[in-house]
T-cell receptor, first 112, second 116 residues
Framework: GDSVTQMEGPVTLSEEAFLTINCTYTATGYPSLFWYVQYPGEGLQLLLKATKADDKGSNKGFEATYRKETTSFHLEKGSVQVSDSAVYFCALISGGSYIPTFGRGTSLIVHP | SAVISQKPSRDICQRGTSLTIQCQVDSQVTMMFWYRQQPGQSLTLIATANQGSEATYESGFVIDKFPISRPNLTFSTLTVSNLSPEDSSIYLC?????????????FGEGSRLTVL
C-alpha cells in the first residue's frame, strides 16, 4: 500500500536558518503530493502541493519539488521565522482516491 | 474553501462514558471524514461519513465504538463510546471542499479528548 516517511522531529532552528524537512513516499502509479501544516491549537491546512514529476509547489516562502526518481518531496525554506513553528505533514494521494495518506508529521520549533 | 467548526474543542471524560463531537461546515459537502491524531503519531482515518448512507469505517474501527451520524450535507457527529485512556487523542473532522482539487482537505481545529 501507499506510505509516506518523514524525518523524525522535533527540528529546532534559530530564526533565519535554512529549513529542510525530508519526505519520501511509496505509491502505485503517479501520486499527487502535499504538505500540510498544523499550527498550535489549530487544524491542518494545505501548505503546498505538486501533482506531477518535477513540479515545484510553493507558498509562504516554502518550496517542495516532486522528484520521481528519488520518490521524494522535501520541504524547504530559506529563512524560517518564529511564526513557522508548527507540525508539518507530508501526504500523498494516488489511484483517484479523495483520501490522503499522511506521514507521521515533523515538529518544527524556531527560536528567536 | 470550507470553514469547519468543531465542538467541543477539548474535554476531559471519565472512563466508561461517551463523548459526542460535532462538526459543522459552512457549505454543503458530499464527503466528510473523521480522523484520530494520537500524540506523536500521524493522522489515522476513522471513517468516511456520507449523507444518507451508513458511514464507511476503516480497518480497526467499528461502529459500536465510533458511531457516526450525518443528518445533512453540512453536519456530522462522531461519538467515542465506552471511553478508555487509550482513546485520549485529538479527533479531527475534515471535508473535501466544493471546488477544491483532489487531495486538498479542509480541517476543523480538532477536539482534544483526555480520558481519566
Amino acid at each position: 500500500g501507499d506510505s509516506v516517511t518523514q524525518m523524525e522531529g522535533p527540528v529546532t532552528l534559530s530564526e533565519e536558518a535554512f529549513l529542510t524537512i525530508n519526505c519520501t513516499y511509496t505509491a502505485t502509479g503517479y501520486p499527487s503530493l502535499f504538505w500540510y501544516v498544523q499550527y498550535p491549537g489549530e487544524g491542518l491546512q494545505l501548505l503546498l502541493k505538486a501533482t506531477k514529476a518535477d513540479d515545484k509547489g510553493s507558498n509562504k516562502g516554502f518550496e517542495a519539488t516532486y522528484r520521481k526518481e528519488t520518490t521524494s518531496f522535501h520541504l524547504e525554506k530559506g529563512s524560517v521565522q518564529v511564526s513557522d513553528s508548527a507540525v508539518y505533514f507530508c501526504a500523498l494521494i494516488s489511484g483517484g482516491s479523495y483520501i490522503p495518506t499522511f506521514g507521521r508529521g515533523t515538529s518544527l520549533i524556531v527560536h528567536p | 474553501s470550507a470553514v469547519i467548526s468543531q465542538k467541543p474543542s477539548r474535554d476531559i471524560c471519565q472512563r466508561g462514558t461517551s463523548l459526542t463531537i460535532q462538526c459543522q461546515v459552512d457549505s454543503q459537502v458530499t464527503m466528510m471524514f473523521w480522523y484520530r491524531q494520537q500524540p506523536g503519531q500521524s493522522l489515522t482515518l476513522i471513517a468516511t461519513a456520507n449523507q444518507g448512507s451508513e458511514a464507511t469505517y476503516e480497518s480497526g474501527f467499528v461502529i459500536d465504538k465510533f458511531p457516526i451520524s450525518r443528518p445533512n450535507l453540512t453536519f456530522s457527529t462522531l461519538t467515542v463510546s465506552n471511553l478508555s485512556p487509550e482513546d485520549s487523542s485529538i479527533y479531527l473532522c475534515s471535508v473535501v471542499g466544493s471546488g477544491g482539487s483532489t487531495g486538498e482537505l479542509f480541517f476543523g481545529e480538532g477536539s482534544r479528548l483526555t480520558v481519566l
